[in-house]
T-cell receptor, first 113, second 114 residues
Framework: KNQVEQSPQSLIILEGKNCTLQ??????????LRWYKQDTGRGPVSLTI?????NTKSNGRYTATLDADTKQSSLHITASQLSDSASYIC????????????FGGGTRLMVKP | DVKVTQSSRYLVKRTGEKVFLECVQD?????MFWYRQDPGLGLRLIYF???????EKGDIPEGYSVSREKKERFSLILESASTNQTSMYLC?????????????FGDGTRLSIL
């Protein structure tokens, strides 16, 4: 069964600090992995997408990595800001799965002043 | 920018009622989706549609139906609401072509069934 596991479930950091969120998946055959940010009371918004051949992709202070061999991805946030407080969801797509995605349970990040 | 609009942010209904959740997108996307989001379970796909009048079951279709009479509008119907359908419901849309295109989400409807 395709699964996506995220860790930690929740995280509290101080403003200005860095943090790394983890995503492990068992989706096969792999097509792509996407990180979404979901602010409280809002829908998820795409941050990055990574395909099999990519191992790093950045979007401002967000950097995603992918190790397709170990089926792991991470999202690194640099110099955190209060506005980074949100849930971060890892989503994996399988080849030939059409519109069926496998969602992780998310990591809830709180950035404190 | 893609805009996906869900008609209600909060909704309170009673057990047994027929409930309609409406979603409209403004980017002429072919694909539209309904998910529910529960703490610890992530997003789970209820139904999706890849064209007008077309629908496919997702992972948890039981107790739900959908309607897509126009390309821009996708409705989720709870035929007889039950308390276990209390949840956050998210609608999304996506352009048909391109497996790497993202789904664009609305801001959700928080539904409470009493």
């Amino acid at each position: 069964k395709n699964q996506v596991e995220q860790s930690p479930q929740s995280l509290i950091i101080l403003e200005g600090k860095n943090c790394t969120l983890q995503c492990n998946y068992t989706v096969s055959p792999f097509s792509n992995l996407r990180w979404y940010k979901q602010d409280t009371g809002r829908g998820p918004v795409s941050l990055t997408i990574m395909t099999f051949s990519e191992n790093t992709k950045s979007n401002g202070r967000y950097t995603a990595t992918l190790d397709a061999d170990t089926k792991q991805s991470s999202l690194h946030i640099t110099a955190s800001q209060l506005s980074d407080s949100a849930s971060y969801i890892c989503v994996v797509s399988a080849q030939n799965a059409g519109n069926m995605l496998t969602f992780g349970g998310g990591t809830r990040l709180m950035v404190k002043p | 920018d893609v805009k996906v609009t869900q008609s209600s942010r909060y909704l309170v209904k009673r057990t047994g009622e027929k409930v309609f959740l409406e979603c409209v997108q403004d980017m002429d996307h072919e694909n539209m989706f309904w998910y529910r989001q529960d703490p610890g379970l992530g997003l789970r796909l209820i139904y999706f549609s890849y064209d007008v009048k077309m629908k496919e079951k997702g992972d948890i279709p039981e107790g739900y139906s959908v309607s897509r009479e126009k390309k821009e509008r996708f409705s989720l119907i709870l035929e007889s609401a039950s308390t276990n359908q209390t949840s956050m419901y998210l609608c999304a849309s996506k352009v048909f072509s391109g497996v790497n295109q993202p789904q664009h989400f609305g801001d959700g409807t928080r539904l409470s069934i009493l």
